[in-house]
Nanobody, 117 residues
Framework: QVQLVESGGGLVQAGGSLRLSCAAS????????MGWYRQAPGKQRELVAT???????HYADSVKGRFTISRDNAKISFYLQMNSLKPEDTAVYYCNAYDLATHQGYWGQGTQVSVSS
């Protein structure tokens, strides 16, 4: 079992920044793609950004130019730098990692990001 632990959420004013972190631990595993998703109240969970093991990134149109995903393979961690935050970015953010050893995806517990106007 792979455990993902998130940190870095909080309350920020519009235009501010936050940095989310997600650290993986557990039995031996080989992490492939990693990603961040979010779920606002009353809405479905949506993709925010992904990064492959080779470093290729993909972003939702709504966050392009404002958010940056990165990973540290040595620490088995990945990050989401969020700048120019907007109230519509308010959601619970979840990290996700794909284990190449078992072909399973794992989720973090979620961290709340709230942006006030």
């Amino acid at each position: 079992q792979v455990q993902l632990v998130e940190s870095g959420g909080g309350l920020v004013q519009a235009g501010g920044s936050l940095r989310l972190s997600c650290a993986a631990s557990g039995r031996p595993f080989r992490i492939g793609a990693m990603g961040w998703y979010r779920q606002a109240p009353g809405k479905q969970r949506e993709l925010v950004a992904t990064i492959t093991s080779g470093g290729s990134t993909h972003y939702a149109d709504s966050v392009k130019g404002r958010f940056t995903i990165s990973r540290d393979n040595a620490k088995i961690s990945f990050y989401l730098q969020m700048n120019s935050l907007k109230p519509e970015d308010t959601a619970v953010y979840y990290c996700n990692a794909y284990d190449l050893a078992t072909h399973q995806g794992y989720w973090g517990q979620g961290t709340q990001v709230s942006v006030s106007s």
